[in-house]
């Protein structure tokens, strides 16, 4: 196990060197002056090589690159050109709804994925199981914006409130906050739980076909306690390994959605600080989704070798 977890964590400090060399050449090189989109067109040249300074555009690639890395170090991002605030403490401050948003969304989709998976897996063949099947590919082809927009119709004239700019800080109300975030954790449930109904279905079929299930059986051990106590326990790594995966996504996926019900997390930021060409912002939030990606995957992988481990 030791020498697993010391692999493992070689191969994710190789991935993040690879993702920030990435990031600084390709920031580096796209077209655009971030001094003019900051100040504007009208502003003087004076002004623009002062912004240019302060941002460091006007040093040579390798300074730029070692200041980067300086930086990654002792986790300076830097300040942003667009909002004038220090890049950390911005993630910091979007950081907590876009992972609201990324919890509620699995903990529905695993919820929603467990019930129906086991029930088709134990009806294989029946309407049920017809009908996960189904929803598996509806949850595959449904784009997230045409699904936002049908939800914030459907509030609207149906339920009478729309949550567009009706956002609550999770500081200021929890119930009022919950209800702000509903829609948008609706849809991303729905786009999770189609892979990961898939597989509880596939793998709890795999488990209820194999021969000490079929001895369970024999034994005289009910269908629910053979299901419930045995199949399911065996059949968890695929999800599991399936949730770490949705869950790393989900922290850099959200844009589309936030933006839908303009809700001010991480993936909105992310898109303002495209549009605006703020460098600093941008290499600081693409950073920390990557490490938290690459974190997600190597504690997922982890906890699958010691469920492995423990079955042994």
């Known amino acids: 196990m030791g020498k697993y977890v010391v692999r493992r964590l070689g191969a994710a400090i190789a991935v993040m060197l690879l993702v920030s060399i990435i990031t600084f050449i390709a920031l580096s090189i796209i077209p655009g002056n971030a001094a003019l989109i900051a100040l504007g067109t009208e502003a003087s040249a004076g002004a623009l090589d002062a912004v240019s300074s302060d941002l460091g555009l006007d040093q040579s690639f390798l300074s730029r690159l070692f200041t980067y890395y300086e930086g990654l170090l002792t986790f300076d991002f830097g300040t942003?050109?667009?909002?004038?605030?220090?890049?950390?403490?911005?993630?910091?401050?979007?950081?907590?709804?876009?992972?609201?948003?990324?919890?509620?969304?699995?903990?529905?989709?695993?919820?929603?994925?467990?019930?129906?998976?086991?029930?088709?897996?134990?009806?294989?063949?029946?309407?049920?199981?017809?009908?996960?099947?189904?929803?598996?590919?509806l949850s595959a082809s449904i784009p997230s914006f045409w699904l936002s927009l049908l939800l914030l119709l459907f509030a609207s004239r149906v339920l009478g409130f729309s949550q567009a700019g009706s956002y609550v800080s999770m500081s200021e109300s929890i119930p009022l906050f919950l209800k702000s975030i509903s829609l948008a954790v609706i849809v991303l449930a729905v786009g999770e739980s189609g892979p990961l109904l898939r597989i509880v279905r596939i793998?709890?079929?795999?488990?209820?076909?194999?021969?000490?299930?079929?001895?369970?059986?024999?034994?005289?051990?009910?269908?629910?306690?053979?299901?419930?106590?045995?199949a399911l326990r065996s059949a968890l790594s695929a999800p599991v390994s399936m949730m770490g995966l949705q869950l790393a996504k989900l922290l850099g996926g959200t844009a589309i959605v936030e933006s839908v019900f303009a809700l001010p997390g991480l993936g909105r930021l992310f898109l303002t600080a495209v549009e605006m060409r703020d460098l600093n912002l941008v290499q600081g939030i693409v950073i920390f989704v990557s490490?938290?990606?690459?974190?997600?995957?190597?504690?997922?992988?982890?906890?699958?070798?010691?469920?492995?481990?423990?079955?042994?």
Not at 90 to 115: D, G, K, N, Y
């Open 80 to 137: 942003s050109s667009y909002f004038g605030q220090d890049v950390w403490t911005l993630i910091l401050q979007r950081l907590p709804l876009t992972v609201s948003l990324a919890l509620l969304s699995l903990l529905a989709a695993f919820m929603m994925s467990m019930l129906l998976g086991c029930a088709a897996a134990i009806c294989k063949g029946s309407f049920i199981d017809v009908s996960a099947r189904i929803i598996v590919q």
């Open 203 to 230: 793998s709890m079929i795999g488990a209820m076909e194999e021969d000490w299930f079929t001895a369970c059986r024999v034994k005289g051990l009910s269908m629910r306690k053979a299901v419930f106590s045995y």
């Open 291 to 312: 490490f938290s990606v690459v974190m997600m995957n190597l504690l997922t992988d982890l906890l699958l070798e010691a469920m492995k481990g423990e079955r042994r």
